[in-house]
């Protein structure tokens, strides 16, 4: 296995990830390999840094794939994936396409990822449209499938359907949880609420019989676990996305504040901390503590990494990588559309 991780892409690049990269090669299977895709002089330079070693001395299992250009934050998706064919990115595509690769890892530019994903790799045939999948927590810690999460603007009852189906076989394939539940995000719970789209698409998802349909999913019930997958239009996901990372961080700023406000809750706070309770609590409320954004629906697995990502966040995507790439999930959904 092959997988490919742009090394350009993002705030923190290209250190953490080459330092995400080689801490992880360890923990991989024997015959899984990294590629760095970037300018090689860059990440040469990072490694002599870290390591003082070559990347060649310190590990077999890593090579470079130079790229010499870079999709920045600020160029426009399709322009960049039209004009910048030597970037980090499109070299990653590239490769992709000719399965010169299992898997893509990029934490750039998120429109122009999704854009190189469907231009220049391609959907599966029979998938309407691609949909971005992040995994967010839950009370119990198994996490849940939120889908679209912005690749999708406007949708049809159609897209969601699949993104029910693409979503239910990844939760079962990849996350080992069998017949997952599936809840459509709306205003209420009862089936006749909504807007247009949801009230159309709720009597199709009943008909479904190879989704476990839950019924309707409010916002405020997201992260109990009611539903493994959530489907939505690209437009409400991306909200709800957002939200739920915002709360996050919300939370624990406002832990510390109130943590650190006196003597005695200082105290309190140390106690806590020795514990480990503190410690939980915030890896229980990192999004990143469940891998990066998928895309779902194109023909090689592609993973989008979150922006900000250090070195820790590179390994738990190089890992969820693997576990996606192992579980057939492409393959089932290709499957599973023919069918229809």
């Known amino acids: 296995m092959k997988i490919l ?162 979503g239910s076989i990844y939760v079962n394939k990849a996350l080992g949880i069998e017949n997952p539940t599936v809840g459509l995000l709306n205003i209420g719970a009862e089936e006749e609420k909504g807007n247009l789209l949801t009230k159309e698409t709720y009597p199709l998802l009943k008909e479904q019989k190879d989704i476990n349909f839950c019924g309707n999913i409010e916002g405020r019930e997201i992260m109990d676990g009611k539903a493994r997958v959530i489907v939505t239009d690209g437009f409400t996901g991306n909200i709800a996305l957002k939200t739920v990372e915002g709360t996050g961080l919300t939370v624990k700023h406002m832990l510390k504040e109130e943590l650190t406000s006196n003597l005695f809750r200082k105290i309190g706070a140390a106690i806590l901390s020795a514990t480990g309770a503190i410690k939980s609590l915030k890896k229980r409320l990192d999004y990143s503590e469940y891998g990066g954004a998928l895309l779902l629906g194109i023909t090689h697995p592609i993973i989008k990494c979150h922006g900000s990502g250090k070195a820790k966040d590179v390994k738990i995507v190089l890992k969820q990588a693997e576990k996606f790439v192992k579980s057939g999930v492409t393959s089932a959904i290709t499957e599973a559309v023919k069918e229809d």
């Open 5 to 166: 991780l742009d090394v350009m892409g993002g705030d923190n690049a290209p250190l953490e990830f080459v330092k995400g990269a080689v801490e992880c090669i360890k923990e991989l299977d024997n015959d899984t390999e990294i590629v760095l895709i970037g300018k090689e002089s860059e990440i040469n330079e990072v490694t002599n840094k870290l390591y003082n070693k070559k990347i060649e001395e310190i590990s077999d299992r890593i090579t470079i794939k130079n790229a010499n250009d870079v999709i920045t934050n600020h160029d426009t998706p399709t322009d960049a994936i039209k004009n910048k064919k030597d970037s980090s990115m499109c070299v990653g595509f590239q490769m992709l396409k000719d399965n010169e690769g299992d898997a893509l890892i990029s934490a750039g530019n998120t429109g122009a990822l999704m854009a190189g994903g469907l231009l220049k790799v391609g959907r599966i045939k029979g998938v309407d449209r691609p949909a971005l999948c992040p995994v967010l927590p839950t009370i119990d810690g198994k996490g849940v499938l939120l889908l679209d999460a912005g690749a999708n603007t406007n949708c049809k009852p159609l897209n969601l359907i699949q993104f029910a189906k693409m």
